[in-house]
């Protein structure tokens, strides 16, 4: 494939990472580097972040991580059996929502925050399928602050695919993903600096 004919598709950086089942596109720069130090620090004194917490083996157990559910009101959303109701959009996360709404053709309607603080923090693998989510919807991935390294493993064959997710980079989880690959933030013991990660998600408000 010349260099000309890439132009009419996707740039050699944001093809499909994924080899079937699903897709995930990565972004690099989807913001500058001055507009996410500043998102960053907005965000942390205009979110109400609470500690996560989730039912494991019949246990509620409180994670270090921080995490904000912020979404249309109605949108409410359970996950490891904690049911979440929405905090109000704020003005960074509306012009968030509407430049990935441009650039996807889709809707979002909630989007999960999660602050990590250090490499100590990080999310074991799962997949965002709840049953409020619409399944034909992308998820769209921001990342804020250290570079963190993001995996996906195939449900039934176990493929692994892993990638880094740097400052101000957006990666677009396309369906169904969600339904074939699991993914995850891996821990690490090197010195990151804190992160900030957003997920913009489409839920069924319908099924609350
Ligand atoms: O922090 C990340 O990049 C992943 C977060 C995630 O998977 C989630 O919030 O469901
Ligand atoms: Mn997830």
């Not at 012009?95 to 100590?120: A, P, Q, R, V």
């Not at 989510?133 to 769209?140: G, K, N, Q, V």
């Not at 493993?153 to 396309?174: A, I, P, R, W, Y």
């Amino acid at each position: 494939m010349g260099a000309s004919s890439w132009k009419t598709t996707l740039a050699p950086t944001e093809m499909n990472l994924l080899p079937k089942d699903g897709g995930a596109t990565y972004i690099a720069g989807f913001f500058d580097l001055d507009h996410c130090a500043a998102l960053f620090t907005s965000l942390q004194s205009t979110i109400d972040w609470k500690e996560d917490q989730l039912l494991m083996f019949g246990k509620l157990i409180t994670t270090k991580r921080k995490v904000a559910w912020v979404g249309d009101a109605g949108c409410s959303y359970t996950y490891s059996g904690v049911k979440k109701f929405p905090q109000a959009w704020t003005a960074d996360l509306l012009h968030i929502k509407h430049k990935l709404e441009s650039f996807t053709h889709s809707t979002f309607n909630s989007c999960l925050l999660n602050l990590y603080h250090d490499g100590n923090e990080g999310m074991g693998w799962h997949s965002d399928d709840e049953k409020e989510l619409d399944p034909f919807t992308p998820i769209a991935s921001i990342s804020l602050g250290g570079t963190r390294k993001f995996a996906f493993k195939h449900k039934f064959d176990k493929t692994s695919v892993s990638l880094f997710l740097e400052d101000g980079s957006m990666l677009l989880m396309q369906p169904p993903t969600q339904e074939f690959w699991q993914h995850s933030l891996t821990k690490t013991k090197r010195a990151v600096a804190p992160r900030i990660n957003l997920t913009f998600r489409a839920i069924r408000q319908d099924d609350d």
